[in-house]
């Protein structure tokens, strides 16, 4: 690997030692940085624009958040993403800016594979006909907003009622997003090579309703009543539509996947162990 494309968190402050570092590769290790349009004022002159050049990875800067919005660049260039966290957790981060140098160094040497992971298609009908459609990364979440009421949803896997709840809302992840929001509110860890789903409510009405686990190739679909209520499709973090009564919002697998890159001296669960403090007395 030699031409790196840069994602950068803009709201970053700490930028010179950030710099200074990947100009130092720049010149010692023949490397080419590359920016992308919609950040070209942030860089320093020898990262150019990625005009017609080839790039061989993405490197996102930042944090879980500025990760999600670097893999829509991913997906567009169809080239691998991987992420140097500047921010607090950094769970989709395989690299800290104190080990770029040396996972670059591995990038070189080809020790790392590349994950294919699934990706989220969201759809929105209104009156049977198709409204808004996007894709999510982590996951897309059906929410009541700001008012204190709870919402009705019926809940359909390939046509076929699977439960009807109250609640605030419910989440829809992928493995990748398993260690989200949805896990925060009582949702299974799943490895993120998996091809599933995870759908977990948010404070349903009665103890019963559950988080539960769908095969990737399932069809889902969720209707609303409102009650009068704000209601909000939020997808990677970010609302992104209005929703009102009887709207159908149908979640299934997006037919494009987004590489990641993963470095081959860590795995999944070393990170859960660092990250999540999982199993730590």
């Known amino acids: 690997m030699q031409n790196f494309g840069i994602f950068f968190n803009p709201n970053y402050k700490t930028t010179k030692p950030i710099f200074d570092l990947l100009e130092k590769l720049y010149k010692s290790k023949d490397l080419h940085f590359f920016k992308f349009q919609q950040q070209r004022e942030l860089f320093p002159d020898f990262i150019k624009c990625v005009g017609n050049n080839k790039l061989d990875c993405i490197l996102s800067f930042g944090g879980d958040g500025t990760f999600l919005k670097a893999s829509k660049i991913s997906l567009e260039y169809n080239i691998p993403l991987?992420?140097?966290?500047?921010?607090?957790?950094?769970?989709?981060?395989?690299?800290?800016?104190?080990?770029?140098?040396?996972?670059?160094?591995?990038?070189?040497?080809?020790?790392?594979?590349?994950?294919?992971?699934?990706?989220?298609?969201?759809?929105?009908?209104?009156?049977?006909?198709?409204?808004?459609?996007?894709?999510?990364?982590?996951?897309?979440?059906?929410?009541?907003?700001?008012?204190?009421?709870?919402?009705?949803i019926r809940f359909y896997s390939n046509k076929r009622l699977v439960v009807e709840t109250r609640c605030d809302g419910i989440i829809i992840s992928t493995p990748t997003g398993s260690t989200a929001y949805s896990l925060s509110a009582g949702g299974p860890i799943l490895s993120p090579l998996m091809d599933a789903f995870v759908v977990t409510?948010?404070?349903?009405?009665?103890?019963?309703?559950?988080?539960?686990?769908?095969?990737?190739d399932d069809k889902l679909s969720f209707i609303l009543q409102t009650n009068g209520s704000e209601c909000i499709l939020q997808l990677d973090g970010k609302n992104s539509h209005e929703l009102i009564d009887n709207d159908e919002i149908i979640v299934a697998a997006s037919n494009k996947k987004i590489s990641f890159i993963k470095l081959t001296n860590k795995t999944f669960y070393q990170i859960l162990r660092k990250k999540l403090h999982m199993g730590r007395r």
Do not use: C, W
């Open 82 to 152: 991987m992420g140097i966290n500047l921010g607090k957790l950094g769970f989709l981060s395989e690299s800290s800016l104190s080990e770029l140098e040396k996972s670059i160094d591995d990038l070189k040497k080809n020790k790392f594979k590349v994950q294919k992971r699934i990706l989220l298609k969201t759809v929105i009908k209104r009156k049977n006909k198709i409204i808004f459609t996007s894709s999510a990364l982590n996951d897309a979440v059906i929410y009541k907003g700001t008012e204190p009421r709870l919402i009705d």
């Open 201 to 216: 409510p948010l404070n349903p009405h009665v103890l019963s309703v559950r988080p539960m686990v769908f095969a990737a």
